[in-house]
């Protein structure tokens, strides 16, 4: 029965004329509705009204329960024991007319239930549909005023709890206060604040009593208060599921909890510092009700703690650390693709988009993606790197998305992933080339909704990770051989940042070199040495297999090794056959042929590998540029008006 007040009024003022008693019956509804406190109350109001104007000898309600069985709410005068199945014979009908009439409330989302009247032949079938339309529209009005009013009260009791908490200084008792209003608010046995130490992975839960200092300290991944706060979702936890609670907890607090209802505790940037748990509703479990309370008052608690002086140094210190480790990274080179390099990573910092860097095996893609974390918007939170290659199919998904307990043999507890442990922060997936197919799909799926199962588990986690790769592989290779998917491939590719080889930045060696010399020397105590001429040519001409990574540890050996004040090529620690070769000449060209041959070659080598610039090559070759160029005209690699 679904009537609009329009339609209601229009078909009651119908009605009115040959019922006289309805008005009666409107009226005494009516100021039940008003004046009613609670359901009980208000049933045996109208219960009361419906007795005196309707005639009838006993009036009662029965309400259905979530299992379907029924219950009496409320019997006035001397009301007969009715069954199950006459029941539900009557929720079937609009009203049931007889000396026994029976009146169905339906509404949508509220248990269902049935007014009856007894002695009440005298009552025609139209007087009941009247009398139907006014009971629902009165229970609807009723129902909307109590959640009003108890919206009010709570929000009352709120203001005063939070008022409370703002007049209260320091941390401590500040918590305390948190705890015990909390627990008569919510009705539950206990509560306990926790605040996340991040850098040292652990929660520092408080107040808890029967422990030492009142203190809690626990490891930042274990139990419920660990998957809130590394998820961000609130967890509520009933008799059921007692096994997500972490028992060492229990243990120390000498407690145990039935129930549980933890959320987390939210920055003005929106990062979880902490979480507000309930322990053991006093009767019965935790409702969604209780859950949505505990939300907002996490809110203002959230507000109060962080304005408090100790939690701000907490959240700053964090702030403070994250930018001293930005100021560490360095990406050294001035060559026209780190110029580049450096451009688009300032561009794409601030930014969640996928990342996947390319390079050869230490031409510094960690460095590159420490950088864009570094320096972009989630430097506050985690970076959590896994090496794809180190790991075995089976370990991998487990370690990427974590696992319940029992999942697999030797899963003894339930454990989040890397992705939940980089949640807010980025994700860094180092030679993802190696990744099993498996693996990459559940990848995919993760990235492109955002959320994750773990293994063995039921329940889909959200996760906000930004994700960056890194590989040294031809991917685009691996998907045609069908070892990559080219669905996560395009993913992933969204953004990508080549990064050349060492051998094709030019004076980068020269510049990176002696930084890494003045970095080792300052670790020898001692004075950067001098690279001599010969030395530089040496390094620029060397190959470099094991780029920026070998041409690191060739400083550091030098800047240990060497105790003179300049290094000489000599000096270097380099394998000399390593070296570039410049092509053979063939040996039946007469001498001056093989010498401008060869000439010819070294030069256009050099030239290549400077990008054209003339300069460099022939600083490179030893040369003055004017010779060079003379050279270059007399071998015929240049126009004779060049
Ligand atoms: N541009 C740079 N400036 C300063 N140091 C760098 C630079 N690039 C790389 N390095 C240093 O070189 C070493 C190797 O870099 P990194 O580990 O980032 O390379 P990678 O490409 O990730 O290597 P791999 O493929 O072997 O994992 C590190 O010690 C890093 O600090």
């Known amino acids: 029965m679904n009537h609009s007040h329009h339609d209601l009024l229009a078909s009651l003022r119908e009605k009115l004329p040959s019922h006289p008693a309805l008005g009666t019956l409107i009226v005494g509804i009516w100021s039940v509705v008003e004046s009613a406190q609670d359901l009980t109350e208000f049933c045996q109001g109208i219960g009361q009204v419906l007795q005196a104007t309707t005639v009838c000898s006993a009036v009662q309600f029965q309400q259905q329960g979530p299992s379907g ?24 009908a609009d009203v049931t007319p007889g000396t026994t009439a029976a009146i169905p409330i339906i509404l949508l989302g509220e248990p269902n239930r049935i007014v009856i009247l007894e002695g009440a032949a005298a009552l025609t079938s139209e007087q009941l549909q009247a009398t139907s339309q006014v009971l629902h529209f009165a229970l609807q009005r009723f129902l909307e005023n109590l959640t009003q009013t108890q919206r009010a009260t709570h929000l009352k009791a709120m203001l005063s709890m939070v008022q409370r908490w703002h007049q209260t200084d320091d941390l401590p008792s500040l918590l305390n206060e948190m705890a015990e209003c909390s627990t008569q608010f919510f009705a539950a046995e206990r509560a306990s604040i926790f605040l996340w130490d991040k850098p040292k992975h652990i929660l ?121 480790q930005a100021a560490e990274i360095q990406l050294i080179g001035e060559s026209p693709p780190m110029l580049e390099l450096r451009k688009n990573i300032d561009r794409i910092s601030a930014t969640k988009l ?40 089976t370990l991998l998904e487990s370690e990427l998305f974590g696992h ?40 995919l799926r993760v990235l492109e909704n955002q959320v994750l199962t773990r293994l063995g588990g039921q329940v889909d986690i959200e996760v906000d990770v930004r994700v960056i790769a890194a590989t040294n592989q031809d991917l685009p290779k691996l998907v045609k051989e069908n070892l990559f998917r080219q669905d996560l491939f395009y993913r992933l590719d969204v953004v990508s940042l ?37 030395a530089k040519n040496r390094l620029l001409s060397h190959m470099w297999p094991g780029n920026i990574r070998e041409l690191r540890n060739t400083m550091e050996r030098t800047a240990f090794l060497c105790d003179r004040e300049i290094v000489t090529a000599e000096m270097l620690p380099l394998d000399t056959n390593n070296g570039p070769q ?35 090559a022939a600083k490179n070759m030893g040369l003055h540029r004017s010779n060079l160029h003379r050279k270059m005209k007399q071998l015929g690699l240049l126009d004779e008006r060049d």
């Open 582 to 616: 410049v092509q053979q000449v063939p040996a039946q060209l007469d001498l001056s042929e093989a010498t401008d041959r060869f000439q010819a070659d070294f030069i256009s080598y050099h030239l290549e590998r400077s990008g054209g610039n003339m300069s460099q």
């Open 354 to 393: 996928p990342v996947l860097v390319l390079g050869e095996n230490g031409t510094g893609k960690e460095v590159v993606s420490r950088m864009i974390h570094y320096h972009g918007n989630r430097r506050g939170q985690p970076l959590v790197s896994v090496n794809c290659a180190a790991l075995p199919d």
């Open 498 to 534: 080549h990064l050349p080889p060492l051998r094709d930045r030019g004076n980068d060696i020269l510049i990176l070199a002696e930084r890494f010399l003045a970095e080792f020397a300052r670790k020898a105590r001692r004075d950067p040495p001098m690279l001599s001429s010969d």
């Open 69 to 92: 069985d029924w219950k009496r709410l409320v019997a006035i005068g001397s009301a007969q024991k009715v069954t199950t199945s006459q029941l539900g014979d009557w929720l079937q």
């Open 204 to 324: 520092v839960g408080r107040p808890a009593l029967g422990v030492e200092d009142g203190k809690l300290v626990v490891p930042d991944d274990k139990g419920v208060v660990g998957a809130v706060v590394q998820t961000g979702q609130p967890r509520r936890v009933d008799d059921m599921l007692g096994h997500e609670v972490n028992r060492d907890i229990d243990k120390q607090l000498e407690f145990h909890t039935r129930s549980l209802l933890c959320v987390p505790l939210l920055d003005r940037k929106g990062r979880v510092f902490g979480a507000f748990e309930l322990i053991n509703k006093r009767s019965g479990n935790f409702t969604t009700q209780d859950e949505q309370g505990l939300v907002e008052i996490a809110v203002h608690a959230a507000a109060v703690l962080e304005s408090s002086q100790q939690i701000a140094e907490l959240l700053e210190s964090r702030d403070r650390i994250a930018a001293a």
């Open 404 to 443: 319940e307990k029992g999942a697999f043999t030797g899963a003894h507890e339930s454990r989040p992933g890397k992705f939940e442990l980089a949640s807010g922060g980025t994700l860094f997936l180092d030679e993802i080339g190696d990744m099993s197919l498996p693996g990459q799909a559940k990848l």
